[in-house]
């Protein structure tokens, strides 16, 4: 799609230890932010439809929320502010308040209504005491507050504690929740503009791969990348443009990312990045664009490409992946969501990452980052601690399954041993 990027040149020319054959995870995820810009167009959709996308613009709230003073509570409303509380204060009932019917009339010393939940507090009242905390008449005519029961201002929703008019509800680059859409209604804002969905033409590359249904011959496997990459950013927000499996012959690959450059903002494919013979993917990138890099220090994912690739006058950004499953997932967590959400002109949310405790060791390799997969839990003692799931193995997608966080193990380090502590990457509920 068209665009403005920044050329590969120009964004490599401070870095003296770039090499685009052995880059460090930071500069990878550096280079990949320095790329990647914020697509074009602006739609308005009903709230309704809205979930997930990402707002165009700041939302001003054009009223107060609540617009009036209201009871927080069923109960009586009165003026508590000359009312001596530390005795029993009896008061006469004089009238009734509901949500949605307030009562008109004033309300003089020694004198309350009955209030209900989300009812205006009539003017003149400064406090509402529970019902269940008043001893009232057998008539209903009157009741008794016990001393000690309430205090001046108790349970009062203020007018304008919620939005204030004029204030801003939401910043733009919000990705819409369900809670975000409910404040935007409680504000009387029926539609809200949002930026268009990125879109992100997907195939897999390997004469081996079948599509799950169908019959697999001798050598060949089901291709399940295609699967958890669709799953992963449908999920993020954006459209999806399966392609399909792309067979080991370099025209047909050049096909593909032609007709992928013309109707996507952005292209991953998995599989064809490391140094086979028949791995055409980063060959055809250095011939139809830039390839910015093509090998991350880290483990899984090292085989990993990111550039730039031309079709006419349309350009798009291409994410090689490894054709390893558990590789194809960490390198997205870890560099294509971020990209993805910057395009999607998403407010920055990065990965939620705490400390815990080693429960088993971990084992790695100084000099590479290494992302293993863990079941993070709490011990008795209230600590967070992270277990392996057991074999680490590229290829071992169950290990994603059964992982509920990644622990990240930096480069300069080598084996963690249990009892020492590491960063630890939530998989649950991640974006």
């Known amino acids: 799609m068209n665009g403005s990027l920044m050329t590969m040149a120009e964004l490599t020319a401070s870095l003296p230890s770039y090499n685009p054959d052995a880059i460090s995870v930071k500069m990878a995820h550096d280079l990949i932010a320095g790329f990647v810009t914020p697509v074009s167009g602006i739609e308005r959709l009903p709230l309704r439809y809205a979930l997930g996308r990402v707002l165009a613009e700041d939302v001003v709230s054009p009223v107060s929320v609540p617009g009036f003073d209201n009871a927080a509570m069923d109960g009586f409303a009165f003026c508590a502010r000359d009312a001596n509380l530390s005795g ?96 935007l209604a409680s504000a009387g804002l029926p539609d809200v503009a949002v930026r268009r969905k990125v879109r992100v033409a997907l195939f897999s590359t390997g004469d081996e791969l079948r599509t799950a249904g169908m019959e697999l011959d001798t050598g060949a496997v089901y291709d399940s990348n295609r699967t958890v990459l669709a799953g992963l950013m449908e999920r993020l927000g954006c459209e999806v443009l399966d392609m399909g499996i792309i067979g080991d012959d370099r025209a047909e690959l050049e096909k593909a990312l032609q007709n992928a450059c013309r109707n996507a903002d952005a292209i991953v494919t998995s599989g064809g990045v490391s140094v086979g013979v028949a791995d055409y993917t980063k060959q055809v990138m250095a011939s139809m664009g ?108 169950r290990s994603m399954a059964e992982a509920n966080a990644i622990v990240v193990l930096p480069e300069e380090g080598g084996t963690v041993r249990a009892g020492e502590w590491v960063d630890v990457v939530l998989l649950e509920g991640l974006v």
């Open 290 to 397: 830039d390839v910015v890099f093509w090998s991350v220090k880290m483990r899984p994912g090292r085989p990993m490409a990111f550039g730039r690739i031309h079709a006419g006058g349309d350009h798009a950004c291409l994410f090689g992946l490894p054709g390893n499953p558990v590789a194809v997932m960490v390198s997205f967590y870890f560099f294509v969501r971020d990209a993805l959400m910057h395009m999607m002109g998403a407010l920055p949310a990065p990965l939620l990452t705490v400390r815990a405790q080693a429960a088993t060791n971990f084992s790695k390799r100084v000099g590479r980052t290494e992302f293993q997969r863990g079941v993070l839990s709490q011990n008795a003692d209230g600590n967070l601690t992270v277990r392996t799931t057991g074999e680490q193995g590229s290829g071992i997608l």
């Open 88 to 183: 029993p204060l009896a008061l006469d009932v004089v009238g009734y308040a509901y949500a949605g019917h307030p009562y008109r009339g004033d309300i003089g010393d020694g004198e309350c209504i009955r209030i209900m939940t989300g009812a205006p507090v009539p003017g003149g009242c400064d406090t509402v005491v529970q019902q269940e905390h008043v001893e009232m008449a057998e008539d209903e005519t009157h009741v008794v507050i016990p001393a000690g029961t309430v205090t001046c201002g108790d349970n009062i929703r203020k007018a304008g504690e919620n939005l204030r008019e004029g204030a801003t509800v939401l910043a733009e680059g919000t990705v819409l929740r369900p809670a975000h859409l409910g404040l």
